[in-house]
């Protein structure tokens, strides 16, 4: 019994030594990024128009989409722990509708209460369902909101939660864009014999698009980011060059974690679909993040 305890501690609090020391909030997957566009942009995605990656930093962000989109992302990370996300944006002429399902597992987790070979194995799941909505309050200004539900299971153990996001996203002109956003405030219930403090995070940033050439695009972005139960604020910036609106180069670099700084990807877009692959390397033993999403405009 004291190797199932100890899994379940190493589960819960473990995990968070991901990203830094001084950690006191739970949930970690509710941290991770989004669609590999904006992990390889190192996660600088709250001023970021048009795209449904911006809704889990900013859900103001999706007003500014014009078409139907649909996300699907896989990423493989630390410990063969892998999440999912499935994410839609229905627009509407005065509201716009944004979906979004999260999951995080590891599985085949060793059961032990003795030496030799296990006795069973188990799965540890988090999970997430969000549903918001993004409405233009003047011309150049949205503003969103989310409720989402959440979940985690480790063995027998299970509880639930809500959260709560809220942005608002100011464009100034056509290429330069302001965003702040407040996610993941709301509350954990009871696992086992304590609850996981929801990682409540405020993010503040801009954005600008501009031409270098007329083929070559070049987004740049910047957000401060802090967690308000952890120690420590981060800047996040990120780049991304397209050509011909066809294919793009991106790199990214987050600063005050202890595993992660740089990161890197490439997109393509081909028709309605275009393909992104994020590279994020882990300093130390951790092994790298890949990151795969696919998106559909319709």
Known sequence: MKNLIRVFIILKIGSAFLFSQNIQTGLTFLKLGIGARSSG???????IPNDHSSFTYNPASIRSSYKSQLILSHRNGFAETTTEYFGA?????????????LTTSVNGIEVRLQPGEAEKTFDAKNGMLGIGAAINISEN??????????Y???FVDEASGYAFDGGILYKYDTNLNFGFSATNFG??????SKHSIVPATVRAGASYNASIFSEIGLLTSGDF??????????????????????????????????????????GILYNIIRFDYAFVPNNGAFTPNHVFSLNFYL
């Open 152 to 154: 985690e299971k480790i």
């Open 187 to 192: 509350h954990m219930g009871v696992l086992r």
């Open 41 to 47: 942009m190192g996660e600088a995605f709250t001023s």
């Open 141 to 150: 200004i949205s503003i969103g909101l989310t409720g989402k539900l959440l």
């Open 225 to 266: 980011v802090k967690t308000i139960d952890d120690d420590g604020m981060h800047v996040h910036v990120g780049a991304e060059a397209m050509y011909n609106s066809l294919f793009a180069l991106r790199l990214g670099y987050q600063t005050g974690y202890e595993t992660k700084n740089i990161s890197g990807g490439i």
């Open 89 to 101: 944006t229905i627009p509407g002429e005065d509201i716009t509708i944004g979906f979004s399902a």
